[in-house]
């Protein structure tokens, strides 16, 4: 082989390799996970008010939620409503797992999105941004609708 060959032969695989990467890339850069039906119950006076949404894992594996933040608020907790009988209470959860092919609602009655402190006036039609950040590394920057108690039912 002489050296234009062997020229040509190493940018034939070179080509060769960078499509592959580049489609591997693609292929890894499609998100897992995606939402579906974002919105807050707004409360008024300043009262924590409450996210919902449902969360799509397209993937083959099963993937956590594992943090939850804003801009628009101070606190942003995800919570579950566990019965004790004739009591309710709140309990603080650390993660959230949705399943491989499979998806989770964070609705009203169970877990849901605990927001406190609004960094700035929030009410009902607005659009609040909440980042979900996953066990995966991604992170999704979602806007819920806000909705007042009586738009919620």
């Known amino acids: 082989m002489n050296l234009k060959t062997k020229t040509l032969a190493a940018l034939g695989c070179a080509i060769t390799l960078s499509f592959g990467f ?3 890339a693609q292929a890894a850069g499609a998100a897992a996970i995606s939402t579906q039906h974002a919105w807050i119950r707004w409360l008024p006076n300043n009262l924590p008010a409450a996210g919902y949404v449902t969360l799509v894992n397209s993937s083959d594996k099963p993937i956590d939620l594992t943090d939850i933040s804003s801009d628009d608020y101070q606190g942003a907790m995800l919570h579950q409503t566990v019965s004790n009988g004739s009591t309710q209470q709140m309990v603080m959860v650390d993660k959230l ?12 009655g169970g877990y849901h999105i605990m927001l406190e402190h609004a960094q700035r006036k929030v009410a009902p039609g607005d659009t609040v941004h909440l980042k979900l950040q996953f066990s ?8 819920f609708a806000v909705k007042s108690p009586a738009q919620a039912n």
């Open 22 to 24: 580049a489609a591997t």
């Open 97 to 108: 797992t949705v399943p491989a092919h499979g998806q989770v609602s964070i609705a009203p």
């Open 136 to 143: 995966d590394g991604e992170t999704l920057d979602t806007p």
